[in-house]
Nanobody
Framework: QAQLVESGGGSVQAGGSLRLSCVDFGGTFSEHTMGWFRQLAGKEREFVACIGWNGVDTLYSDSVKGRFTISRDNAGNAVYLQLNSLKPGDTAVYYC???????????????????WGQGTQVTVSS
């Protein structure tokens, strides 16, 4: 099963960029659709982006489309989220997640992802 470790969070000013990384130590990385979620203060965890296990198809929430880019490196057992043009509303804890093996489609629900990282804080100031 997936064992996910995230890094790359931090504090930036509005308009800045960050690159989040998530490494899977579970040994089955290429079998999983990988997703990124975020949890704003006082809110429920929400979908951000996902990428298929074959690295071809991607899906983004409307709030981040055009600003964030998800990518994966199966050889390195890693998934990334490039955050550009950051806004204060992007401030949240960001989580990476792994689907069941060889999941079909591009799921965007929390319950579609059994495996989760510990989260990394992103803070965007005005």
């Amino acid at each position: 099963q997936a064992q996910l470790v995230e890094s790359g969070g931090g504090s930036v000013q509005a308009g800045g960029s960050l690159r989040l990384s998530c490494v899977d130590f579970g040994g089955t990385f290429s079998e999983h659709t990988m997703g990124w979620f975020r949890q704003l203060a006082g809110k429920e965890r929400e979908f951000v982006a996902c990428i298929g296990w074959n690295g071809v198809d991607t899906l983004y929430s409307d709030s981040v489309k055009g600003r964030f880019t998800i990518s994966r490196d199966n050889a390195g057992n890693a998934v990334y989220l490039q955050l550009n043009s950051l806004k204060p509303g992007d401030t949240a804890v960001y989580y990476c997640a792994a689907s069941n093996s060889f999941a079909r489609g591009l799921p965007s629900r929390r319950n579609d992802y059994p495996f989760w990282g510990q989260g990394t804080q992103v803070t965007v100031s005005s």
